[in-house]
């Protein structure tokens, strides 16, 4: 009796860790949170492609094309993936996916 009653409590917080989650994701696709700059991860280009900040935000890549992409550049090695988001520091460079040849993001830092 007691051990059934601990699993239902340890279900709903899971539940609703993943939904509090989801919440937070689906906020931050529609506005860019202060000190994060959102890049869109497309088939085949970054949105934009050239961003200067000033000194101090995130980039927060976010997928949402169809195709598989990665990124690589100043301080970034993120995996390939179909979806999700990734935020690394912004530094001045430029960013690629090695998949698709001229799919770039130029950042600078000022
Ligand atoms: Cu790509």
Do not use: E
Not at 4 to 20: D, G, N, P, R
Not at 74 to 86: E, H, K, L, Q, Y
């Amino acid at each position: 009796m007691n051990r059934k009653l601990t699993m239902t409590a340890v279900t709903a917080v899971v539940a609703l860790s993943a939904s509090a989650g989801s919440a937070i994701a689906g906020a931050d696709q529609n506005a860019s949170v202060a000190g994060s700059k959102t890049i869109s991860v497309r088939d085949d280009y970054f949105g934009p492609r050239s961003i200067t900040v000033s000194k101090g935000p995130t980039l927060r890549f976010v997928w949402g094309g169809r195709r598989p992409h990665n990124v690589v550049g100043p301080g970034a090695n993120i995996r390939i993936r179909v979806r999700g988001s990734a935020s690394v520091k912004a530094r001045s460079g430029t960013y690629v996916c090695t998949i698709h040849r001229g799919m770039k993001l130029s950042v600078r830092v000022r």
